[in-house]
Each structure stands twice: as structure tokens, then as C-alpha cells.
């Protein structure tokens, strides 16, 4: 169970390292985008709690509450939800602050999806780690989309540094 823990260990250490980014934003500037840049906050947070999401429904692992996400047609998010369509993969983030969640409900959907995933991957046997699935055009390993998934998380907060970059914001080394 060494993987396990390692790989669950990495999937919180997301929350943790990620979470050191959002300092300073607030509702209005999470859903903002700066010239050249791909993302926004909001996008980026609930990009990723659906991606993990979909990994822990691979894995047999609990669903996202339904206070989470909302399947519409990507305008259909609320204060309290994602809309599934607004944040999937070729989606592109709207400034509209109505399509998304408040920043704090935005936070605590991507905290509870790296909980979620780290919890399926700690009950998961070596079998189910071991096991080939689809993963968009490809197959992989679960236990390395787990990997994926810690790397993916690094990259749009790779990104959400570079926003705070571009809108002024204070270094989080400062």
C-alpha cells in the first residue's frame, strides 16, 4: 500500500501547494483573464475538480455532491455550482461571474475533489491501480493517470501564477 500513499500523499500536497495561489483573489477578479493568458481561477479550480472527479468515478471511488456540478449546456453554473459543459475540455472561461461559483465555493469544490480522489486512490487495490482504462483518445493505467492528474494540477497552477503575474498581484513569495 506504499503507492497508495504516495500517490494520494501527491494528490493532497495539490490542495496545499495550489491553494498558496488564490491568496488575493476575491468573486470578481477569480473570473477575470488577462490578455494572452488561457484561464481564469474559477475555470481553472473547476477544470480540475471535474477532471479528478472523473478519475474517481473510475476508481468506484464517491461522486462529487450535487451541490458540485450541474450538467447544462455550460450556462447554467450558479454561485454554488459548475456547469460540467463551462469547465470540461475545450471549454473556454466566460468572465461572467454568474456562470460560476462564489471563489470560496470554487475553492472548496477543487479542496473536496483532491479529498475524493486521494481517498479512492488510498482504498484502491493494487488491481484497480494496475487496470488500462480510456482516457480521452488514449488508455493508461489508473495509477498513472493519478500521476497525470497531480502533474495537470501543477500545470493550471502554473498558469494561475502566471495570471497573478498579469494582474498585478503580490508574489506569494513576498
Avoid at 29 to 36: E, F, K, L, R, T
Avoid at 75 to 81: A, I, M, V, Y
Amino acid at each position: 500500500m506504499i503507492r497508495q500513499e504516495a500517490l494520494a500523499d501527491g494528490v493532497l500536497a495539490c490542495k496545499m501547494l495550489a491553494g498558496r495561489y488564490f491568496v488575493g483573489f476575491d468573486d470578481t477578479s477569480c473570473v477575470h483573464q488577462a490578455p494572452g493568458l488561457p484561464n481564469h481561477l474559477a475555470w481553472s479550480l473547476g477544470h480540475l475538480a471535474l477532471t479528478m472527479s472523473r478519475l474517481v468515478a473510475m476508481l468506484g471511488g464517491n461522486p462529487p455532491p450535487e451541490s458540485d456540478f450541474i450538467t447544462g449546456d455550460g450556462t447554467r453554473g450558479t454561485p454554488e455550482r459548475f456547469d460540467t459543459e463551462s469547465v470540461s475540455f475545450g471549454s473556454r472561461p466566460e468572465s461572467r461571474g454568474d456562470r460560476y461559483p462564489t471563489l470560496g465555493r470554487c475553492i472548496a469544490i477543487y479542496d473536496g475533489a483532491c479529498d475524493r480522489l486521494a481517498g479512492a486512490v488510498r482504498g484502491a487495490d493494487d488491481a484497480s491501480l494496475d487496470k488500462v482504462v480510456r482516457w480521452g483518445a488514449g488508455e493508461a493505467p489508473v495509477f498513472m493517470l493519478v500521476m497525470r492528474m497531480i502533474f495537470h494540477n501543477g500545470v493550471h497552477t502554473g498558469q494561475i501564477a502566471d495570471l497573478r503575474r498579469a494582474l498585478g498581484m503580490k508574489s506569494i513569495f513576498a
